[in-house]
């Protein structure tokens, strides 16, 4: 049994002997057979070979690069970085809006405040000149203006309000970009906030001198109004003594 396996394993190796040998025999024809010489095939497949394994490398090397940004990115830091500027950027926009909407409101506050100044003023100087239901009927004008003063500046009030908590979530913005590494965020919120605040100043100073004027002209108002029921009073009593030396 030992025997027959062992002449099996002989025949299989004279086999696999015989097969090399064909295949050499074959690569030899072929080379011969070619117009170019041995060696200049052999240099060329070693080149050959040589690229490939230079690509392959390169190949690998850059297609690690984006590989190893990406994990850069996955970061705690760079994530929490990213958040904060997002943070950052609704926190621009929600001033913007604020701010928008406050310079808005009090411009027509100031608005109606110099209507009805001009409307006192007005009445201030045909004071003299009105029949009672013309009197009545200003005076109807200037009431319904100041209802409609009283409305925008309960406007503005409310807007404010938006706009003061838009600055303190910009402003907590704005630091947390910096404590996390997003220096051009935090820069942005801050000239942002910078511009809004300079803008509600403007007008603010316009709505202020606003009721200034209109604080005089109601000033102005009660001393014209005395000054005319004192002459009023007076032609009564001058009427009256007339009337007793009758």
Known sequence: MTDFLLLLTNMAALRRSIACLNFFRSTAASVLNSRKP???????????????????????????????????????????????????????????????????????????????ISLQRRYLASLEKLSTAEEDAIWQVIIAQRVEVGDRLDECNRFESNWINAVNLCEMAAEAAYNTGAEHASVTAKTNLQVAKVQVEEVRQISVDAERKLTETQAEEIQRMAEYAFIESGSDDVHEAYLRED
């Not at 850069?72 to 929600?94: F, G, P, Q």
């Open 38 to 116: 041995l060696r200049h095939r052999l240099v060329r497949l070693r080149d050959v070979t040589r690229t490939s394994l230079v690509s392959l490398s390169v190949g690998s090397g850059l297609s690690a690069v984006p590989f190893m940004q990406q994990v850069e990115n996955l970061s705690h830091e760079s994530l929490i970085r990213s958040a904060s500027s997002m943070v950052t950027d609704s926190a621009n926009t929600y001033l913007s809006q604020t701010t928008q909407a406050l310079v808005d409101s009090i411009t027509q506050y100031s608005k109606a405040l110099h209507t009805l």
